[in-house]
């Protein structure tokens, strides 16, 4: 990789199938525009089917001809979440890339999925665990698919509590969504390592960011908030800090090469290769040494299986 790229030059993606969770904003809608141009067919997963179908729109107006499906996921719900992969399963197109992207970010106060775990743990990582485990038969149908999850800097000083996953004896937002990205990092590991034991085909790597400007700074602070100004007015100030921050076309471009280089690695993170990992362009991104900790990962590996109900195919040593 060179030391400083500007951009990911993605293959021909013809004939490929991608899902990518929040796709009608952010770092989800750009790598959407950058998978169709490339002429992958894309499945955006959403939330909010209007604001999908807007961001379909935009796409198309972007990229003519792109192919592009709109599906309802609401990561919060293992219900909605187990839909998407039932849905998925009887058109029964394998599916070759899976971007787990959305998220939420620093509710002020405790809230809860409608499973009842806490709001950025059960979005950010046990929805996307579940989705995964869901979609897991059409990864491998593909042969060499590969699921990207998009992490944050912030997994690098979260800490995974097991005697309080949900933040019931404490809640502190950044302290928790930290952790909750250092979850999804750890998934994204764990995945590549049991992938590669078992053969199932599937390359898993994580993506983060670095400062990237979006609405997940603010939509997440001013939850429950009767006016967003305070959030708005710091939030400002913070992107006008002309080094500190870029914008979506750059910041997807860590994931975006996890997600189609062929020279991405898995079980690898990629990040901005600016200082500190904040910008400009990608590059192979430090692994936190908490993620590093096989034992805690296959912990929380069946942690996750228990509280989501999902289970994954014991992993065995492919045979030789």
């Not at 969504?177 to 994204?188: E, H, Q, V």
């Not at 085909?201 to 967003?228: E, F």
């Amino acid at each position: 990789m060179a030391r400083t790229p500007t951009d990911v030059a993605v293959p021909d993606l013809t004939g490929r199938l991608a899902v990518v969770t929040g796709a009608n904003s952010g770092i989800g809608f750009g790598l959407t525009g950058r998978l169709a141009r490339a002429g992958a067919e894309v499945i955006l997963a959403v939330r909010n089917r209007e604001k999908g179908a807007q961001a379909v729109e935009r796409v198309t107006a972007e990229v003519p001809g792109a192919r592009l499906g709109l599906r309802d996921l609401d990561l919060s719900s293992l219900d909605s979440v187990a839909a998407l992969g039932e849905t998925l399963t009887a058109e029964g197109r394998p599916i070759d890339i899976l971007v787990n992207n959305a998220g939420i970010m620093t509710p002020p106060r405790r809230e809860e999925t409608r499973d009842g775990f806490e709001l950025q743990f059960g979005t950010n990582h046990l929805g996307h665990f579940a989705l995964t485990a869901h979609l897991l038969p059409l990864l491998r149908a593909a042969g060499t698919a590969r699921v990207v999850a998009v992490s944050s800097l912030a997994g690098s000083w979260g800490r995974l509590d097991f005697d309080d996953l949900q933040s019931e004896k404490s809640y502190r937002p950044f302290r928790v969504y930290g952790a909750s990205k250092l979850a999804t990092l750890m998934f994204a590991l764990e995945l590549d390592r049991r992938s590669r034991k078992a053969g199932w085909g599937i390359l898993g790597a994580a993506a983060h960011p670095g400062a990237t400007v979006t609405n997940l700074q603010i939509t997440g602070p001013q939850m429950g908030r009767r006016s967003p100004g305070p959030v708005m007015a710091v939030t400002r100030a913070f992107y006008r800090v002309p080094w500190l921050w870029q914008q979506i076309p750059t910041g997807i471009l860590p994931a975006l090469y996890a997600a189609t280089s062929p020279a991405a690695e898995g079980g690898a993170y990629y990040g901005p290769a600016g200082f500190a990992e904040l910008t400009r362009g990608f590059a192979t991104a430090r692994i936190p040494r908490r993620a590093l900790d096989e034992a805690a990962a296959a912990r929380l590996w069946a942690v996750s299986e228990r509280l989501t109900g999902v289970a994954y195919p014991e992993v065995r040593q492919a045979s030789a």
